[in-house]
Structure formats: C-alpha cells, structure tokens
C-alpha cells in the first residue's frame, strides 16, 4: 500500500516509456495506455498496469500524464467521447508533459476547468538521455498550487524543476528551449565540418572546446554523434522541425524577430525533404555536410 497518488501515463514513446518507470520506481502504481504493444509490454515489464483503453486508465487515476508528439495528438487524447477529460474524475490532476504551442494548452485548460480537471503544461528537455537518468529540465505552467503538488512527481523524472507561470507558460519556455537547442546544434556541426576539412583531430578539438566558452549540453551530449554519425534518434528531427514551427508562429504573434532560428528552421525542413526526419536532430551534421559539397 501506498499513500502516493495513482498514475495515469498516456503515451509511451521514446520519452514516455523510461519517465513513466522511473515513476514506478519511485513507488508510483502507473497504469498506462499507448497504440503499441510492445510498449505496454515493457510497462508491464517494469511493474505497470497495461491499460487497453484511455477510460480504463485514467478511471482510478489521481494524476493523468500524456506525453505524446504534438498538438493534434494531445487534443486526440484529451477530448472526445473516448478522451480523457470524458472520463477523469473531477479533481484529477492532468499533467501534459509533450511539446505544443501555448495555445493548445490555454484552450485544453479552459476546456478541462469546465469538468473540474485541473492542468498544468510541463514539456521537458534533455532528450532520451535525459529520461532514462531523470534528469530532465521541466518548465511547468498553471496553477502554482497545482505545480505544488506535483513537485514530488516531477522529482522522479527531473532535476532541475521550475513553475514558469500561468497556463502555457511551461510551453512558451519550451518553444524557446527548442530554438537555442537547434541554433547550438547548427553551430557544432558547422563547426565539424570546418575541422574536419581542415585536417584537424576532430575529437580532440571537440575536447578542447567543450572544456571552454563554447562547451554546452548540446556538445557534451551530441558529440559521439558527430563522430561516429550516428544519427540513431534520441529527438528526432521531424519532432524538432514541428518545434521550430511553434517557436516560429509564437514569435510572430508578440512581434519577435528570430533571423538566426528562421534560417535553421529552414535547415531543419530541408533535412526532412531529403528523408532524413527520422534521424536525430543531430543529423543537421548532414545537411552542413551536403551543403559543403560532400556525399552523404
């Protein structure tokens, strides 16, 4: 027996799966539903309860987390006679964990408040890695009551965890995540192919600038891709090409200019018209590559 509330996950994902066990580690009970098998095969695996359903998991559900790719797919689980706001109880917590714009976070907690849902947007960064370990940045907006209460949750799955602001808050501070993210990307793999062409050991100029002004996460964590170009995904770039498509329309609403991210916002599409949407978002390596006249 357990005096923690219980768990609703919806979606198990790349990001899903190993954030929903490090919850059932933390002594969490964790019903969760996805389209895959396989995936609810695992969360049985870790200790979870595979629910064939929305309605059969979040029924018992004190907290319903959904991480899945994007807007339309949040508004696919949440609304609906099939959806989640149908059959949670009134007073469940729902926690949105994906990246989508602020404006469907603002519209899923008005929509939720008018059956007694409480919301909070809490999109997180750190990638793969980053859930596997729990130690994801999280960016939550809502009710600071509400951030509150699931503080001990977010613990489970994150180190460094914030209360952002108002309802779609944590989605704003995403979408700006997400530009610095790309643009330090870019940055890194103009910067391989320079050395590379320039006849230098490239892991060891890598060492020396990642121990200076230019280390960052982005090349601490990508930096075997780079090397090895493996582009096996962690955050794949048609994710990060949907990302730039909501830091983009959220910038022109408030009037804010994005040169730099708008033109790797075009990288980024480029990638995915020449197939390589499936790869991880470190694969802008190849799009530096291609424009410098090499075969890839």
Request: charged share 20%; net charge negative.
């Amino acid at each position: 027996m357990t005096d923690l509330p219980k768990i609703a996950w919806i979606g198990l994902g790349i990001m899903g799966s190993p954030m929903s066990e490090n919850l059932i580690k933390a002594g969490y009970a964790v019903a969760g539903h996805t389209l895959e098998r396989e995936k609810l095969e695992r969360l049985a695996a870790a200790g979870g309860t595979p629910a064939g359903s929305i309605a059969e998991a979040v029924a018992d559900a004190d907290v319903v987390v959904t991480m899945v790719p994007a807007s339309p797919q949040v508004e696919a689980v949440a609304y609906g006679p099939d959806g989640i706001l149908a059959h949670a109880r009134p007073g469940t917590l729902l926690v949105d964990m994906s990246s989508i714009t602020p404006r469907t976070s603002l519209d899923l907690a008005e929509a939720a408040a008018d059956k007694g849902i409480r919301v909070l947007d809490a999109p997180v960064s750190g990638g793969e890695a980053g859930a596997v370990e729990a130690v994801l940045s999280i960016m939550v907006g809502g009710e600071r009551a509400d951030f509150d209460a699931a503080k001990p949750l977010f613990e489970a799955l994150g180190r460094t965890i914030v209360h952002c602001g108002p309802h779609g808050a944590g989605q704003t501070v995403k979408a700006a995540n997400q530009l610095i993210v790309a643009v330090n990307i870019q940055a890194c793999a103009e910067a391989v192919v320079f050395l590379e062409k320039s006849g230098v050991d490239l892991g060891a100029a890598l060492d020396v600038l990642n121990g200076g002004l230019a280390g960052s996460t982005v090349l601490s964590r990508k930096k075997d891709n780079f090397l090895k170009r493996d582009f096996t995904p962690g955050f794949r770039i048609d994710l990060h090409h949907k990302d730039m498509g909501i830091v983009t329309e959220a910038a022109r609403a408030v009037g804010a200019a994005l040169p730099v991210g708008a033109v790797v916002a075009q990288l980024v599409a480029s990638l995915r018209a020449q197939g390589d949407g499936g790869l991880d978002h470190s694969a802008l390596l190849r799009c530096v590559q291609r424009l410098s006249g090499d075969q890839v």
